[in-house]
């Protein structure tokens, strides 16, 4: 059955309580949280790679944030953070915490930045909410349904989110998007990227997990499976259909969101996809690894995308070009420069006011802190997260079921395919707070 998507919520929170199976019980706090009257108090969930070495440290170098808390399903990794934090402040105030709802029930945490793995992106921002956090919380969705739950309900409450994606505050994509919004190269008829291909990895045999990893926590709404050497790894739970979506929604939430801003359609998400690829059978990877697709937005405008010959993350294999009727413009590789077909597009300015694209904006962490104490909107809100996240799982559906798809974006339906519209959906959610109290019992 297709559900209209106003019908997702009736209520400020009935998003989280009942489309993603979390309890009906709503804080006081309804209009989302409250701008802070001084410092921002954060709490950190998830400290690995992105959570620590990006997340964590820009956060720190913000004088107006106090991180007070950390948690990650491993305990070392917590632990690491909290030293971090406290070398930073010369203090000790900042909590290192087993379980990530001990900062959702802090009520003097503003604040919460999520750096998780992405089956975990929507279920702990909704709770974040009900909670009555403002969320930084890193990409993708894991499905298309579950954005949409997530936009209506930041939406509802008018709490404050942002999306960990830097590109939008990169001067080279923001002056691509903005030569081809004020038409440098005439009107645009093709974006061409090319991403790195993902991983093929072997089966593994389950063996114990290791006594610094809360295993159960760690997988929370995702199906049970036993632990295996290499599963909690993020170069391999990324390319786990129950944890990720592989590189097309990991590297394409970068290239194509620049992409998809330059195409600039009303409806923002494209109305087909067609293309082939690959997912490998009896492996570990069972999402797609090489793939060649192409998407048409209701504008006109194609967008191709396919695999280089590099492996995830190669900033080589990266490549970005708008093609328009007048010329085009061009990034070879994620660090190289802009080329473009006449070298005075580079040199083009706008004086304020003039350009069709927004000004050049801070670092997403730096946008979030701003946001949550002016009640603005983010650089990449919940509804952009949304719309980004479905055009790439079209792409990873396309491969799935091996036919071109069609998609209307103002019913965010597969119209006619039952199908594909079943996929839209993420498996019921594993109920893990439930198998936490079991454990402990025993």
Partial sequence: MNIPRRTFIRTAGLAA?????????????????????????????????????????????DERVRVVAVCDAFRSRALRAQALVNETYGDTGCRALPDFREILADPSIDAVVISTPDHWHVPMSLMALEAGKDVFCEKPTLSIHEGRVLADAFAARGAVFQA??????????????????????????????????????????????????????????????????????????????????????DIGTHLVDTAQLGVNDPDVCPVEVAGTGVIPEGRLTDVPIYFDLTWRY??????????????????????????????????????????????????????????????????????FIDCVLSRRRTTYPAIDLHHMST????????????????????????????????????????????????????
């Fill in 17 to 61: 309580a009942t489309t993603m199976g979390f309890p009906t019980v709503l804080p006081s706090r309804l209009c989302g949280a409250r701008a802070p009257s001084k410092r921002v108090h954060l709490g950190c969930i998830g400290v690995g790679g992105q959570g620590y070495n990006v997340n964590l440290k820009m956060f720190l170098n």
């Fill in 298 to 367: 209701g504008n006109g405008v194609e967008l191709h995308v396919k695999n280089g010959a590099g492996r995830v993350w190669d900033p080589e294999s990266c490549y970005l070009e708008f093609i328009g009727e007048k010329g085009w413009i061009r990034r070879k590789t994620w660090t190289a420069g802009l080329e473009a077909s006449d070298p005075k597009i580079l040199r083009t300015r706008y004086a304020p006011g003039e350009s069709r694209h927004w000004p050049l904006p801070p670092r997403e962490q730096v946008n």
């Fill in 164 to 249: 960990g994606i830097e590109d939008r505050s990169s001067i080279h994509f923001h002056k691509m998007v903005e030569w081809v919004r004020n038409g440098a190269i005439g009107r645009l008829e093709r974006v061409e990227v090319v991403m790195p291909a993902g991983h093929d990895f072997p089966l593994e045999d389950p063996v114990e997990p290791p006594e610094d990893l809360d295993w159960n926590l760690w997988q929370g709404p995702a199906p049970w499976h036993p632990y295996t050497p290499s599963r909690a790894n993020a170069g391999h739970w990324r390319q786990i259909s129950m944890y990720s979506k592989g590189a097309i929604l």
């Fill in 391 to 442: 055009t790439l799982h079209m792409g990873v559906l396309c491969i799935e079921l091996g036919r071109k798809l069609r998609w209307d974006p103002k019913t965010e339906t597969f119209p006619g395919d039952d199908e594909a519209n079943a996929r839209r959906f993420r498996p019921p959610l594993r109920d893990w707070q439930k198998a936490a109290r079991e454990r402990q019992v025993t």
